[in-house]
Structures are given as C-alpha cells and as structure tokens.
C-alpha cells in the first residue's frame, strides 16, 4: 500500500535552518506530483509547496517562497523541504502528501507528520 | 488568492442524524474542489475529489455536490466516528488554498 513516511523535524532557533524528508513506498515515486503541508498548532491547514513528478516546476506560498526549497530524489523515492531562516510562524506539523492522481492537486494519501518548532 | 468560507464553523448533531457542511468560494472553483476529514492526532484523509466522487474506500454515507461557488458535503446517517473536523480544498488556481473547517461534534 502507498506509504508516506516524514522525517526531520525538531527544534530551531528563529532564522535557523532544517531539513525534512517524506520517505514514499507502495506507488510510482516519478510518476506522481508531491506536496508539503501545514499545520499550525491548534489551527487549520495551509499548502505550503508542490513539485512536479519530474522535478521540472515547483509551487510556493507566498508566506515560504525564497525561504523554503523543495526538492526530490527519484533513485531514493525521496520528497524533502529544506527550510531556511525560520520563524516562530513557520510552527506546525509538516505533512507530505501525494498527487491524488498524476497531474491532479488533490492530497492522497498524507504522512504522519513531523512537527518543527521554531523558538529561542 | 481564492478563499474558502466554510460553514457552520461548528455543528452540533447526534449520530443517526444528517449533517449538511457548506463550502463556498470567493471566486468559481469550476468543481475542482476536495474535501477531506481530520481526526485528533491524525493526518487528514480525503473523502470526495472533484466535488462529488467518492475517495477509495469512503462509505457511501458521504456525498459531494456543487458547482462553481457553492459546494456541500453531506453525511446521510452519522456514525461515531464520523464527528471530526472537515476542511474543503480548492485546486482551480495557485495558490491552492483550503478552507478554515467545520467542527462537526456530538450533541
């Protein structure tokens, strides 16, 4: 079965920098478009960034743009979010999460999440 | 940036009952528009795609209508385990954006 796994989170200190991986099993890796989202604590859900399945084109929100990367290894099966200078804002649990079908932007299935806390 | 508005921002039923959520949008959405349930400590979970077809493995108690701006999901006869928190999600346009929720909690 199709299985998200997500990695990476912890503490930072505001401007600091992480990384987060969503290690996928259980479907076409290259052949599926991926997504990362959040979820502040206590609050609801803000699409963060996309990749294409090639890697060819990425989406930002505006809050992440120029801060965050995302990025993907095909020969590992492997979505990551490379967070830099972050903010307490930036606070939540970070999901990954698969094209619902290839080409179309709806979230299927999530990860677990890994929560990232920004704070001195 | 489309919004999302969703309503009520709770509802309060008892199981056996029908539970009608309502989405609406700032600008048409044509029916590109999911929605999905999350439970406490979990992830989200999709439910309908494209406004009104059911995900793998959804029970038929779970529909989806609407086009253009105005979109429902309705649970025909809640079960227990259908009280969570339910968000819609739009795909028309970037940014992809969700709506703020509806709690959907036991009278």
């Known amino acids: 079965q199709v299985q998200l796994v997500e990695s990476g989170g912890g503490v930072v200190q505001p401007g600091g920098s992480l990384r987060l991986s969503c290690a996928a099993s259980g479907f076409t890796f290259s052949r599926c478009g991926m997504h990362w989202v959040r979820q502040a604590p206590g609050k609801g859900l803000e699409w963060v960034t996309t990749i294409w399945s090639d890697g060819s084109n990425q989406k930002y929100a505006d809050s992440v743009r120029g801060r965050f990367t995302i990025s993907r290894d095909t020969s590992r099966n492997t979505l990551y979010l490379q967070m830099n200078s972050l903010r307490p804002e930036d606070t939540a649990v970070y999901y990954c999460?698969?094209?619902?079908?290839?080409?179309?932007?709806?979230?299927?299935?999530w990860g677990q999440g890994t929560l990232v806390t920004v704070s001195s | 940036e489309i919004v999302l508005t969703q309503s009520p921002a709770t509802l309060s039923l008892s199981p056996g009952e029908r539970a009608t959520l309502s989405c609406r949008a700032s600008q048409s959405v044509s029916n590109y528009l999911a929605w999905y349930q999350q439970k406490p400590g979990q992830a989200p979970r999709v439910l309908i795609y494209?406004?009104?077809n059911r995900a793998t493995d959804i029970p038929a108690r779970f529909s989806g209508s609407g086009s253009g701006t105005d979109f429902t999901l309705t649970i025909s006869s809640l079960e227990p385990e259908d009280f969570a928190l339910y968000y819609c999600q739009q795909r028309y346009n970037w940014p992809i954006t969700f709506g703020q929720g509806t709690r959907l909690e036991i009278k």
């Open positions: 999460a698969k094209q619902g079908q290839p080409g179309i932007n709806w979230f299927d299935p």
């Open positions: 494209d406004a009104s």
